[in-house]
């Protein structure tokens, strides 16, 4: 069974309240459980790896990236940004306090699924135009500090995997096991074009290599709290390893930072 939050919300604005449901209070969790941070590019498979490390541990995986994206969605459906990609940012801002995010647990595809404002967005989430814009959303400023604090607050019990751009750097830089992950452009973006095919999504291999290549770019260069590795990040290149081959190399660092943690 996947230990992952059955039913938490976060309403950005008002941080205090945000995390209201009584879920969250964890009865069986135990101090000895260690944060895993995983960070990395683009399409690198991140969220599949740390999904199958929480299930095996019986931790409870955060999707940060999917926080992001919710807010891109929000963005967009407001009108807060324009065709040419212009971010009305100060509407956006002042609306950071509507934007309620829930993440919960479907049973029948023991999946967590992304809910903004009450309806599920997990499909729209994943879109083109949302992963169009994310970054450009997700280098705000008062974005980042809204959401980091939330995913701090998620993580402060430990046992959690949580997988982003910043998450050994900036949203929990004690975690105990942090991770980076690369892989060459060509392969993730091979990757990610087979996806939205089995999705149905019509689009064309250029296409998404560009998306992926232009996020790198944004995400890297970005003035608030940029893609980049921790030190004591351990670093994973994933372009010729299998999802088993992850998954083991993962498993034995996960376990010598769970006895670490035991013997202190
Ligand atoms: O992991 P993802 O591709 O779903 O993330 C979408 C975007 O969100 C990514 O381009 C950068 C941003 N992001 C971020 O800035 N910080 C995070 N911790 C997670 C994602």
Redesign the pocket.
Known sequence: MLAILPHFEIKLGDFRGSIVNSSLQFPNRVTNKINIAIDGY??CG??TLAKAIAKNLNYIYI????M??AVTYYALEHGYIQNKGEIDENMLVESLHLILIQFKYNSDSQEIETFLNGTCVDKEIRSMQV?AH??AI?AIKEV?EKLVRI?QRMAENGGVVM?????GTV?LPNAELKVFMTADVEVRAQRRFLQLKNNAVDISIDDVRDNIAQ?DL??TTRAA?P?RRASDAVILDNSNLTEEEQFSFLMVQAKKAIDMKTLV
Do not use: C, F, N, T
Request: avoid cysteine.
């Open positions: 683009s399409s991140k969220s999707d940060s990236g999917a992001y994206r992963s994310v970054s997700s980042r995913q997988d982003g751009r910043d998450i949203v996020r944004l995400d709290d893609l």
